[in-house]
Structures are given as structure tokens and as C-alpha cells.
């Protein structure tokens, strides 16, 4: 103890920590809260970011979709077929897939390509992207763009993958693979398919590389990954299709909004005189002040504590400002977008007391007045509204619905709280559980037992057939080595041929003029090219240079008429608007909500009247039923007693049947099939050992003779008749070339010139006589013509044309007797002409053979020595009679001979037109004036009767007699129908 020390004062120090321990507890609760609220908004985070994803997704399989319901629309299903497996078989998800399929469709189509080729060639080339990726080491998106190569033409992105796509390879390829021609002969599509075949064989190496590697550690992470995108996507669609109406309806409020805010903007604009722009540097310049002063404030708190009052009241005269400056701020800030400018420190309000504006009078006093009466409207509607809601309300309150809620939950709770209800339940889920295992338990002995006796089977099969398998697959095996011993052969001698000298002479030439021709052809197409270039190039360089003033003086006009185009629609557009603003009115608007008001106040009505049928349909269908439950249940169990009771007499009986036919089947039935089995497997082997013992050496001996036979006697016989053959061949073709071929030739030289004229005769004949039917008929159609003429001219009064209708009649029958007469009188007429012919053509025969016979004289003969002898003579043409044409009328002017007179029951008539023409008129003028059409008829009729019969009794003769026999016997005919009358002039 020091030397100095007085004494010693012990203090008893107690720390008072409770004010400390308090403030600890509450900064340790505030941090626990903190980190709660931390975790829930990390957790959010995370639940909103996957939502995001999921959105993504599915938005991008939605427009994939979009391309592969356009480029494949009958294919579409194919398509996702594709893509749904793709993950598994190419790594590929199912975003990647459509996107990939509905490109190289896509640009498949454009060059031509069906629809089916277009799948075709889009699923194998994204099935080659995924391949790609996976043996290259590259992502699935930058497989895809190398591929596009197969349309695009390009080169360097293929040479990564080890394939060389010059012009010069391609031509190579294609005349090597059937294509027939190089790449300058193509079209578009064809330099497609060409280059699409090329790039798939160059990559045969990396085509299902991903199923190949799809079992590592990298592929199965891969797949996961693709499957849990997969999922995403689905997910997404989900969510696309329940927000998607959410958020039409948000953008649609956004647009109402965005139209409110412009309009609050302009009223702001028009109270305070300024442009919400011009104020947007000041308050961001006030806002950062205040921010200032706040952390001032915050620094004079912490170092002076004794001031603590007069920095609250700082923070509360700042806080004061800040209210202020808030309110202009969201004012102003909807302006943001449209400011130009960065620079916003330099505005108009810089320096002015927003926390003033308050004091005094100011704008907004002054438009206090002339905004009163808004603000009294405003509330006077918001008085009505009350009011008219309180009435339609009443005294509605929601006590009662709350009680039945309550009473519907306490229903509910007695009822499945209740212990019959939950004794019911527990044995029902008892019994369950206990069918589900006694079921799967059954199932399983099944599968066991039948296993058990399946595989028991074949165990049983391979040993009682152990030694004959053995057998057969040696057998199988040695056959098979001969097989491939054949085939050995057949390589071996494609070899010796192939690599002869002589073929692989004529390759090495075949090489040579290939490669010449196909260094001309690349010369040529080289050559062409450039020169379509130059043309090409040349031609637009000169018309560019030689037209620059007239492009400009164009390109200006077209871009002033595009300006005036678009100002006239602005102005269309802003009429139209004007125009529509009418349905803004209280009068559109009353229509709206009549329309309106009729197809919903008819709806509900419907569904009123609907609901109410339906209720007293259900009641009537049901009312029975729940009136009557307890009856229809002792119904039943009274029907089900007896049925209960039928139904297991029944199954008694049949399983007592099947289980002595099963008896039966095994005593007896079963017995007899064995002894079948037995019988017929004794019967065979004892045949099959007679026919080895007896048939078999009898059939080897016969076919040892009729080998022998074959060769010694039927061969030779064969041979024999072989050349015997030859030899009539030989004879028959001697014979046809120097007997039958010059006879045949005279019989044709001789015949054809006697049958043309034959057939030139009856072809003639038929000819006439269907041209005097034809005649016949059209005569007849005349003399109706006339009949019809003359009937019509006489009802009318028009005498002239009833004459005129009198001389058709005439001239009708005339015809058809001519046609009638003459088409028999030239037959008979060509028959003698033909007879005539006949004797001259044997009359010029004999002439003609003898004037074949000649004398030559010799020259030592004195005289006549030199000379030729013969026969001169000439032929002779015998005369033809003229064919009868112009029938029995005689034209004026052309006199003929003529036999009238020798009718010998008819007179005739002959006379000239213009009598025949007096006799009709008298006739005519013999009826009365006056007459009546009831008269005129029968008289009309009776003198078309008696001018037909009077017709037809008249006798034509053409220079014969038969003529008349002709006409004598048609004459007959028509005396017997009718009263004829003669007629004598």
C-alpha cells in the first residue's frame, strides 16, 4: 500500500442496465425483423424472377408457334410431335425446335419446296444442329446460324465443322451423285437440295451424337436443364393466359389514365402559366437542397445533443418543405419523358420560397370564386349518390348473413364431427386399404405363378429339344459359311474384273475427258459470268451516270407527293375525329344504354323465366322420387330377394356343369385326342419308313433311267425334230420366194383394179338410196308445209298465200314420188351399165392381150426385114345409159319426150301452173262472203281432202312403163281410203 495512502473508501457501484438492456431488446427485435423482412423479400424476389422466366418462356414458345402454325399449317401437329422430343433425342428444348423447324421451313418454302419437303428438310437439319453442338462442343444457337449455310450459300461458317462448300466441290458432288449438271445449270432450289445433301453427308460423322453421349454426366445435365425450361414454358403459358386479361384490362386503364393525366396536366398548365417542363430542374435542385439540409442536420444532432429541440424543429420545417416540393414534383414528373434536355438546373422557379407559396394571395385565391361553383357540384353529386345509395340499401345490414354462414359452418361441423359419420368413414377406409392389398397381393401371386409356369415352359422346351437345337443351328451355321463363302466368290471375281487392265483403261480415260470437260465447263461458266457482269454492271454504272439529275429531280417529287399524301390523311383524320366526337353526347350516350338496356334487361328476364322452368322441371322429375323414397327402397329390397336367389341358383348350376365337363374333358375327351396323337405318329413313322426302304430306292433307280433314257434316245429325238424344223423352215422360205410371193403379187396386180370398181358401185348405190329417202322425206315435210301454208292463207284471207301453199303441196308430192321412182330406176340402170362395163373390161382384156403379141422380123428377111409384127388394136368404150335426176316436173324452156295416157284407171293431168292456178282461185271464189268459220271449216277440210286425193290420182311418166306400174299400185292403195274425186281440165 503506497506510503502516502490515508485511508480507504469502498464504493459499492451497481450499473443500472435495464434502460440498456431495453434499448438492446428493441434494436434486437428490430434486427430480427429486418432480417424476416429481408428473407420475405429476397424470397419474393426469387418467386418473381422465376414467375419472369416462366413468362419469358412461354411468350417465346407462344411466337415460335406463331411461325410454325404459318409455315406448316397442315403439318403442325408433326411439328410439336418433333419438338417434344427433341430434348431427349438432340438436346434441344422445345422453344429451340419449333424456332429452328419454322425457319429452315420457312426458308425451305421460299425456294419452292412442297410443304411435306419443307418438314422434311427443317426436322433434319435442327436434329443436325443439336448433333452438331453436342460433337463440336457448341451451342445449340451457333450450330443453328452455321446451318443456315444449306440456304444462305455461305462458306466460312461451315468451314468450322470441317466441311469445304466451294463452287468447285459442289460441281464435283453433283456430278458424282446423279444430279446430272453443275451449279451454274441450277436453279435456286436445286443449289438448295444439292447443298443440302452435301452439308448432311459431310456431317454423317456428328448426326446422333447426342443419343450416343446422351447417358453422361453433361448430356443428362443438359436434358434437365432443357426439361425444366420446358416446364417453365408451360408454366409460363399458364400464367400468359390468366394475366393476359388482367393485363389488357391495365393497359386499357393505363390508356384512360394516360388521357386523364394529359388533361390534369393542362388544367396545371393553365393555372399556373407554366409548362410542367420548365420546372422539373427546379425541383430536382430543391429536392437535392432539402437532402442537404436534412444531413446537416443529421451531423449537428450527433455532435451537439444539448440541441436536439432546434434540430427537430429543423427536420420539421424541412419535412414541411418537402411536402411542398413533393406536390410539384408529381405535378411536373409526368413531363419527364418528353423533357430534351439534361441540363434542368436552369429552369424558371430556380430560387423561389417554395414553403411560401402558401402565404398571401396568390393565383389559386383568386381562381377560389370561379372554381366554388365546381367544387358545390361536385359535392352536391356526391350528396345525391349517398343518398340514392342509402335508399337502395335500406336498412340492409349483413348480420343475417353472417348468422346463416355461421349456421352452414356448424352444419357441417355436426355432420362430419359426428361419431357415426367418422366410426363410417374409418371402416370404410379400413375395407379399402384392405381390398387394395388383398387386390395387389392377388395380382402379384398371378404374375408369379404365371411366370413361375411361362418360364417353366421354355426350361422344359429347351431340355426335351436340347439335342435337335444343337443339330439345326450347327446345321444353320455350316449353311451359312457356305453362303458366305459364295459370297467371297462373288467379291472375289467383281474384283478380278474391275481390276482388269482393259476397265481401268477405260476409267482412267472416262477420268480424263470428265476432268477435261469439267475444266471447260468451269472456264465457260467463268468466262459467261464475267461478261453477264460487266454487262450488267457496266449498263447500271452508265444509266447512273447518264440520269443523275433526272433520279434526283424523281426521288425529291416522290418524297414532296409522299409529304402532301400524309398531310391530306392527317386531315382525314382529324375531320373523322371531329366528326365522331357527336357519340360524346348525351343523346349517343342514352342510345348506347338503350341498346344496352334491351339485350340485358331481355337476358335477365330469359334467365329468370329459364331458371324458373328448370325448378319446376327438377321438382316434378324429382318429387316423385324423394316423396316416395322409402317406398321405391322396399321395393327394391323386396325385387332384390328373389333376384338374389335366382342369381346364386344359377351360379351354383353352372359351376357344377363346367366342373363335370372339366371331368368329363379329362376322362375322356382328352384320352381320345391323345390316342389320335399316338395313332397318327405310329401311322406316319411307318409310312415314312416304307417310303425310305421301298419308294425312295425305286424313285433313285428311275431317275438313274430317265437320265439314261433322256441322253440315249429322247435328246436325239429332240435333236432330230430340231433340224427337221430347220429344214421345212428352210423349204417354206424357198418356196414363198419363188411361188407364193410372185403369185400373190399377180392375183393383187390383177384383182384390185376389178374389186375398186365393185365397191365404188355399191358404195355409190347405198348412196343413192339414201339420198332418195332423204328426198322422199323432205318432200313430204313440203307438202305439209304447204297444206299448213294454204289452211293459214284461206282462216286469213290472204289468197295468195294460200296458192302459194297449194303449189307447195304440189311440188311436195312431186318430190317424194321422184324420190320414191327414182332411186330404183338408176339401180336398175346402173345394173345394165355395170354389165356394160363388165362386158367391156373383158372386150379391152382380150384387145390388150392381143396387142401383147409381137413378131420380130430379121434383118435378112427382104422386105420387111428389121421390122416388128403385131397387134394394133383399140379398145372399146361401151355406152353408158343416163342416170333418171330430174324427176316428172318439166321445167320451161327445156322440151322433152314424154308417154302420157296410158293410165288405165286414172286420168291425168297436164296442164301449165297458170292453169292450175285458175282452177284454185275458182275453187276459192265458189265460197260465199259471209261465210262463218263453224262453215268455212268442213268446206276448207273437204277441199284439202279433195286436192289431196285429186293429187295423188294424178299418173307422172318418165320415159318407161314401170314407172306408171308404180304409181298404178300406190294409186290403189289410196282409191281404197279415200273418196277420190277426178279433176279434168
Known amino acids: 500500500m503506497p506510503g502516502n495512502s490515508v485511508g480507504q473508501i469502498g464504493l459499492d457501484l451497481v450499473a443500472n442496465t435495464q434502460g440498456f438492456q431495453r434499448q438492446m431488446s428493441g434494436i434486437t427485435g428490430m434486427a430480427k425483423s429486418a432480417g424476416k423482412a429481408l428473407a420475405g423479400a429476397f424470397a419474393v424476389k426469387k418467386l418473381v424472377d422465376f414467375g419472369k422466366e416462366c413468362l419469358d418462356l412461354g411468350s417465346d414458345l407462344a411466337e415460335v408457334q406463331n411461325v410454325v402454325d404459318v409455315t406448316f399449317p397442315a403439318m403442325s401437329e408433326k411439328v410439336d410431335s418433333f419438338a417434344k ?173 394516360s388521357v386523364l393525366a394529359g388533361a390534369f396536366k393542362s388544367f396545371t398548365e393553365l393555372l399556373t402559366g407554366n409548362k410542367a417542363s420548365d420546372g422539373v430542374g427546379t425541383v430536382a435542385s430543391d429536392a437535392d437542397a432539402a437532402c442537404k439540409g436534412l444531413g446537416d442536420a443529421a451531423d449537428s444532432a450527433g455532435n451537439l445533443a444539448d440541441n436536439t429541440g432546434d434540430v427537430g424543429t429543423a427536420a420539421k420545417k424541412a419535412s414541411k418543405e418537402m411536402k411542398n416540393l413533393m406536390g410539384f414534383d408529381k405535378i411536373n414528373r409526368l413531363e419527364d419523358d418528353k423533357s430534351g434536355s439534361d441540363d434542368l438546373a436552369d429552369a424558371n422557379l430556380k430560387g423561389m420560397d417554395f414553403g411560401g407559396l402558401a402565404q398571401g394571395e396568390t393565383f389559386l385565391d383568386g381562381m377560389d370564386a370561379k372554381l366554388g361553383g365546381v367544387l358545390d357540384r361536385f359535392k352536391e353529386l356526391a350528396g345525391l349518390f349517398e343518398k340514392g345509395f342509402a335508399l337502395g340499401f335500406g336498412d340492409t345490414d349483413f348480420e343475417g348473413l353472417i ?198 334487361d331481355g337476358f335477365l328476364g330469359v334467365m329468370e323465366l329459364a331458371l324458373k322452368f328448370a325448378r319446376d322441371i327438377i321438382s316434378t322429375i324429382t318429387g316423385p322420387f324423394t316423396d316416395n323414397a322409402d317406398g321405391i327402397k322396399e321395393a327394391l329390397q323386396n325385387t332384390l330377394g328373389p333376384i338374389s336367389e335366382l342369381a346364386a341358383t344359377l351360379h351354383d348350376s353352372i359351376k357344377k356343369t363346367f366342373t363335370r365337363i372339366g371331368k368329363m374333358y379329362d376322362a375322356y375327351i382328352k384320352p381320345m385326342f391323345d390316342s389320335f396323337r399316338d395313332g397318327l405318329g405310329e401311322v406316319v413313322k411307318t409310312l415314312l419308313d416304307g417310303y425310305n426302304e421301298y419308294i425312295a430306292p425305286v424313285l433313285d433307280n428311275l431317275s438313274q433311267k430317265f437320265t439314261e433314257v433322256w441322253q440315249m434316245h429322247v435328246q436325239p429325238c429332240l435333236d432330230a425334230i430340231i433340224d427337221l424344223v430347220g429344214d421345212v423352215a428352210e423349204l417354206i422360205k424357198n418356196v414363198w420366194e ?71 303441196i304440189f311440188k311436195g308430192v312431186w318430190d317424194s314420188f321422184v324420190g320414191i321412182v327414182k332411186a330404183p330406176i338408176n339401180l336398175i340402170i346402173d345394173l345394165i351399165n355395170g354389165l ?113 286425193s285429186a293429187l295423188s290420182s294424178v299418173g307422172f311418166n318418165l320415159d318407161g312403163a314401170q314407172i306408171a306400174t308404180l304409181e298404178r299400185m300406190a294409186q290403189t292403195g289410196v282409191d281404197r281410203r279415200f273418196n277420190t274425186v277426178n279433176v279434168v281440165i
Open 85 to 257: 422430343s427433341a430434348a431427349s433425342s438432340f438436346g434441344l428444348s422445345e422453344t429451340m425446335a419449333k424456332q429452328y423447324v419454322g425457319t429452315f421451313g420457312s426458308m425451305a418454302k421460299a425456294f419452292g419446296f412442297t410443304e411435306q419437303q419443307a418438314y422434311g428438310m427443317g426436322a433434319a437439319l435442327t436434329g443436325l444442329s443439336g448433333d452438331v453442338a453436342s460433337f463440336y462442343n457448341l451451342s445449340q444457337d451457333e450450330a443453328y446460324t452455321k446451318l443456315k449455310s444449306v440456304f444462305t450459300g455461305e462458306t466460312e461458317s461451315l468451314k468450322d465443322l470441317g466441311v469445304v462448300m466451294t463452287q468447285t466441290a459442289l460441281d464435283s458432288y453433283a456430278l458424282a451423285n446423279g444430279f446430272g449438271k453443275t451449279t451454274n445449270k441450277m436453279s435456286e432450289a436445286e443449289k438448295v437440295a444439292l447443298r443440302y445433301q452435301f452439308v448432311s453427308e459431310q456431317l454423317s460423322a456428328a448426326q446422333g451424337d447426342f443419343a450416343r453421349t446422351s447417358g453422361g454426366w453433361a448430356n443428362q445435365v443438359k436434358i434437365l436443364s432443357l426439361q425444366f425450361d420446358s416446364l417453365k414454358a408451360s408454366i409460363g403459358q399458364g400464367l400468359i393466359n390468366i394475366f393476359t386479361p388482367v393485363l389488357k384490362l391495365v393497359n386499357t386503364l393505363v390508356g384512360k389514365l
Open 403 to 600: 348468422k346463416e354462414c355461421q349456421r352452414v359452418g356448424k352444419a357441417l361441423k355436426d355432420i362430419f364431427t359426428d361419431p357415426k359419420i367418422t366410426a363410417a368413414a374409418k371402416k370404410l377406409t379400413n375395407r379399402l386399404a384392405k381390398t387394395l392389398g388383398v387386390a395387389t397381393g392377388s395380382i402379384a401371386r398371378i404374375a408369379v405363378k404365371w411366370g413361375e409356369a411361362i418360364i417353366a415352359g421354355i426350361a422344359d422346351s429347351l431340355e426335351k429339344n436340347k439335342k435337335w437345337l444343337s443339330n439345326a443351328v450347327s446345321g444353320l451355321f455350316d449353311s451359312w459359311g457356305n453362303v458366305l463363302e459364295y459370297v467371297q466368290q462373288i467379291f472375289q471375281g467383281i474384283s478380278d474384273i474391275l481390276t482388269s487392265s482393259d476397265v481401268l483403261g477405260s476409267v482412267r480415260g472416262l477420268s480424263e475427258s470428265i476432268t477435261t470437260e469439267f475444266l471447260k465447263s468451269a472456264y465457260a461458266s467463268l468466262s459467261i459470268g464475267t461478261t453477264i457482269a460487266t454487262n450488267l454492271l457496266g449498263g447500271i454504272s452508265a444509266y447512273i451516270d447518264q440520269n443523275k439529275e433526272y433520279i434526283k429531280e424523281k426521288l425529291v417529287g416522290i418524297f414532296n407527293v409522299s409529304a402532301e399524301i400524309l398531310n391530306l390523311v392527317g386531315d382525314v383524320k382529324l375531320a373523322f375525329a371531329d366528326i365522331l366526337s357527336v357519340f360524346a353526347g348525351e343523346e349517343a350516350q342514352q342510345i348506347t344504354a338503350d341498346i344496352i338496356g334491351i339485350f340485358t
Open 738 to 808: 419363188t411361188v407364193l410371193q410372185p403369185v400373190i403379187n399377180w392375183i393383187a396386180q390383177q384383182i384390185m383394179p376389178a374389186i375398186a370398181p365393185v365397191l365404188q358401185w355399191i358404195g355409190t348405190r347405198f348412196l343413192d338410196v339414201f339420198g332418195g329417202i332423204a328426198d322422199v322425206v323432205k318432200g313430204l315435210i313440203k307438202a305439209l308445209e304447204g297444206v299448213v301454208e294454204f289452211i293459214s292463207g284461206v282462216f286469213t284471207g290472204n289468197w295468195e298465200k294460200a296458192w302459194g301453199g297449194v303449189k307447195k
Open 836 to 948: 356394160l362395163g363388165g362386158v367391156e373390161w373383158m372386150v379391152n382384156g382380150v384387145v390388150n392381150a392381143l396387142n401383147t403379141i409381137s413378131v420380130d422380123i430379121p434383118d435378112w428377111v427382104p422386105g420387111i426385114g428389121g421390122s416388128t409384127l403385131g397387134f394394133d388394136l383399140p379398145t372399146w368404150t361401151a355406152p353408158q345409159i343416163p342416170y333418171l335426176a330430174k324427176g316428172g316436173f318439166v321445167e320451161r324452156n327445156t322440151p322433152q319426150l314424154a308417154m302420157i295416157g296410158d293410165n288405165r284407171h286414172q286420168g291425168e293431168v297436164v296442164a301449165p301452173e297458170d292453169k292450175m292456178q285458175a282452177m284454185v282461185d275458182a275453187a276459192v271464189n265458189s265460197v260465199r262472203p259471209g261465210v262463218t268459220k263453224e262453215e268455212l271449216e268442213p268446206l276448207v277440210n273437204s277441199a284439202a281432202m279433195r286436192i289431196v
